[in-house]
């Protein structure tokens, strides 16, 4: 900021940094002396002092990843002032996101001068993953290749799972549960169904 400093009307003005003008423009602190003269040519002098105050420094740490998947979240802290405001509405130092998008602080020291900061968040939606109902086995059936995950290219879990396949022999008798899941963006999206075992002769 500035401030602009004016000496009383004059024939002529000398200011100890160097300019002739009535007023002056600072920006720095210092002592700043006008001399002014007359139409007599009789002069006297005037000294002002101007406090130009340090704008804060402003940061703003992360406690963990400013990129990750729906359901995390990540603490912004605001470097130390006098007070805080953040782009969100939020007045306290440090805030929890939850949501992707930018977020600035705006931090005030005890001069109140202020300065602000920017940070981004990035979070990543979760995969949206469906798994088609399976039909009932027989527990002598050979196994069997796992389908109906979608999107494709996902991984199939659950008792008597490998490899892609269900085995009703190695899960035994009973309703299983199988997960279907796939990652994208580092995140990972889960569906489930139920198979049933029926006991031989079926």
């Known amino acids: 900021e500035s401030v602009e400093l004016t000496a009383t009307p004059a024939d002529s003005y ?20 006008v001399t002014v003269t007359n139409d007599n040519l009789c002069s006297a002098s005037q000294e002002e002092t101007v406090t130009v105050h340090p704008l804060p420094v402003v940061e703003i740490t992360a406690n963990g990843p400013l990129s990750f998947c729906q359901g995390g979240e990540v603490t912004l802290t605001a470097s130390e002032g006098e007070s805080y405001l953040w782009s969100n509405g939020e ?38 993953v469906t798994l088609a109902d399976f039909a009932a086995v027989c527990a002598d059936a050979e196994a069997i290749i796992l389908s109906g995950g979608m999107p494709e290219g996902g991984v199939y879990s659950g008792t008597g799972v490998a490899d892609g396949k269900f085995d009703p022999a190695v899960a035994g008798v009973g309703t299983h549960t199988i997960t279907y899941s796939i990652t994208e963006n580092g995140c990972t999206g889960f569906a489930s169904a139920s198979i049933e075992v029926l006991p031989t002769p079926c």
Do not use: F, M, R
Request: aromatic share 6%; glycine share 6%.
């Open 14 to 33: 000398l200011w100890s940094n160097g300019a002739t003008t009535q007023s002056i423009t600072v920006k720095q602190s210092g002592k700043y002396t």
């Open 91 to 128: 007045t306290s130092q440090s805030i929890i996101v939850k949501q992707s998008g930018k977020y600035t602080v705006t931090v005030t020291n005890d001069n109140l001068c202020s300065a602000s900061q920017e940070e981004t968040v990035t979070v990543h939606p979760l995969p949206v």
